[in-house]
């Protein structure tokens, strides 16, 4: 079986994630996709990030009628910050019988270079690539590297907690049950 593995801090998880997982499960050359959770990512501010534990159960509410989508803690077991290859390596040597695929944005593929082992994860695993609004791929790409033509959407974690914050309810933005989370547990709420 092929896993495509869609890594991200998902906080919170948006309609974005999901096309682009979906897409990638039914055009993406792979099987089906986990949706790695990172407890930290070494690229980004961890002062942002809310709990694990909430991010993990949006997750859950947004995977949770797919048949070939799911989740996948296992960075939650592993030293932090969460490099992927070492996630990498931690699911092959737990599914033996799997190949595992890295999925990415194009803002990323331009970015592998800062990326720990970057031309191991490219050799030994692959990478499917999707576009991002504004990062345009061009040229040849590297060996282990594929394109899918993922549709965009201009949507990010960063602007749904700003307008969160500000008292926005984005219900259409995110996966069915997700935005009733957040407000259920006044997540991303300024307080006063």
């Known amino acids: 079986m092929t896993v495509g593995l869609l890594g991200g801090s998902f906080n919170p998880v948006h309609i974005g994630h999901m096309i682009v997982a979906q897409y990638i499960a039914e055009f993406g050359g792979v099987d089906c996709v986990w949706m790695v959770l990172s407890p930290r990512n070494p690229l980004k ?6 709990d694990d534990r909430h991010r993990l159960a949006m997750l859950r509410i947004a995977t949770g009628a797919s048949e070939r989508i799911s989740v996948s803690d296992v960075e ?19 599914y033996p019988e799997h190949d595992f695929r890295w999925i990415t944005g194009s803002d990323n593929l331009l970015e592998i270079h800062r990326w720990k082992s970057w031309r191991e994860i490219l050799r030994d695993f692959g990478m499917i690539v999707y ?8 040229g040849e ?11 965009q959407v201009d949507i990010s974690s960063t602007m749904l907690r700003r307008d969160i914050a500000r008292g926005a309810w984005l219900n259409y933005f995110m996966p069915p049950g ?5 407000r259920e547990n006044r997540l991303y709420i300024s307080q006063p």
């Open 45 to 50: 501010d961890p002062a942002e990030l809310i």
């Open 76 to 94: 939650l077991g592993l030293p932090r910050p969460s490099y992927t290859i070492d996630t990498l390596k931690a699911l092959a040597a737990m």
């Open 131 to 138: 576009p991002r609004p504004g990062y345009a791929v061009t």
């Open 141 to 151: 790409l590297p060996a282990g590297v594929s394109m899918v033509e993922a549709p």
């Open 178 to 182: 997700v935005a009733e989370y957040i």
